[in-house]
């Protein structure tokens, strides 16, 4: 039974014939106060006093009740005891029900019109920053892949890609590297089985493209290629590389040089230098390194360039006839240059970024100044 049901009756109809029962009673009522007193909920929308009134008004409030049908009409052995406990309950809620009102209207919606006593201090600062979701940014590799990939559609190249799992065909064989060649050893390349590898460059997309297309051909091929390296500063078991390759009627050398040169300075400023200078590769004959001054003593001597004020960034060559066969295109009628470079080794030089794990590490702390 509800409080307001029980204050309408008398004792006797509630069951109480005891002074203990009188206790339990008024015990019953101050849980109920106690309640109401806290229920911001049920008062804040209501005039000021209207827990009070409820509570303690002269007529019809919970306590007017009690001393109408409680008190006034208790046996005589419980007369004492009832009343007791009603100036007790009666004191309690003089005392206790204004301190609850304040804090209702302390309680109260910042937005209540004024005059409710909504306390303005209260509401919330408008003026302090949004919540920002934080945007995302372009990998430092991506952003390099795409910056030489702009530089190359810029004259005129297409993107070309494949798969990352190769046959040892076109990762090995078609480019001519004999099965003897160490770089087939399983401590340098990742087998899947016997005839199956993870590219090791993206050489084998190359001979694909000649078979797609034939000549002439003019692409570059981004992508990412694996290794069997134990990870280090400069060493990562994945890593990316660009490589290009020119085909065409009376391509040579003098193409690749211009070509990488154009490339040079466009990527890493017009001010730098760029010396080639022979090497060897199974796939290109002749061959080249490609050196750029380095850019952070501008050729003076650093611990970059170990104090030579030259960068290797890139292997290149005549493609080999053989090759050049082996991708269905007639050497006699067609020549080629091609040239392979590594994204991560380009990134790291144009960053100034000494330590190729970082770009694996998914650091946001790294990650996010690009
Ligand atoms: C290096 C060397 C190079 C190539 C890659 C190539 C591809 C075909 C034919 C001939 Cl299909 N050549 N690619 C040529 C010279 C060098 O890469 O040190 N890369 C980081």
């Known amino acids: 039974m509800a409080i307001d049901d029980k204050v309408g009756k008398p004792l006797t ?15 019953e009522v101050r849980v109920a106060m106690e309640t109401e007193s806290k229920d911001c909920e049920r008062w804040r929308n ?18 007017a009740q009690i001393d109408e049908h409680w008190r006034k009409t208790a046996p005589k052995e419980l007369v004492p005891i009832v009343g007791r406990e009603f100036n007790a ?18 309680a109260e919606s910042p937005w209540a019109r004024s005059g409710t006593g909504a306390d303005r201090t209260q509401a919330p600062d408008l003026t ?16 390099v892949q795409r910056e030489m990939e702009d530089i190359f559609l810029g004259l005129g190249f297409a993107i070309e890609t494949g798969p990352e799992v190769e046959t040892a065909y ?54 990412k290629c694996y290794r069997n390296d ?13 490589e290009g390759l020119a085909v065409d009627v009376d391509i040579t050398f003098a193409d690749l040089k211009g070509t990488l040169d154009f490339f040079a300075k466009q990527f890493f400023g017009e001010s730098v230098r760029v010396s080639f200078r022979p090497s060897f590769f199974p796939f290109t004959e002749p061959s080249g390194e490609v050196y750029v001054s380095c850019s952070i003593c501008d050729g003076q001597g650093c611990s970059v360039c170990k104090q030579s004020g030259w960068i290797e960034v890139m292997g290149c060559g005549m493609v080999h006839p ?32 000494d330590d190729i794990q970082l770009f694996f590490q998914s650091d946001l702390r790294f990650l996010s100044q690009f």
């Open 13 to 27: 109809e509630l069951g109480v014939t005891d002074g203990t029962g009188v206790q339990a009673l008024f015990a």
């Open 46 to 63: 209501q005039p000021p006093n209207a827990l009070r009134n409820r509570w303690l008004a002269r007529h019809n409030s919970i306590l």
């Open 89 to 106: 309950l009666k004191k309690e809620a003089n005392d206790k029900l204004d301190v609850a009102i304040a804090e209702i209207k302390k």
């Open 128 to 143: 302090l920053p949004g919540y920002c979701r934080s945007l995302g940014s372009i990998h430092p590799i991506t952003r």
């Open 170 to 223: 076109y990762n090995f064989d078609a480019l001519d590297i004999p099965e003897s060649h160490p770089s087939r050893d399983d401590w340098d390349t990742l087998y899947v089985d016997a005839q199956t590898v993870l590219r090791t460059h993206t050489s084998p997309v190359q001979i694909r493209a000649m078979e797609k297309y034939g000549a002439p051909l003019y692409i570059v091929i981004p992508g």
């Open 230 to 242: 134990k990870p280090d500063a400069s060493h990562s078991p994945m890593f990316h590389q660009m």
């Open 322 to 353: 053989q090759v050049l066969r082996n991708g269905g295109i007639d050497p006699d009628r067609y020549s080629g240059w091609a040239f392979g470079l590594g994204i991560d080794r380009f990134a790291m030089i144009k960053y100034g970024i």
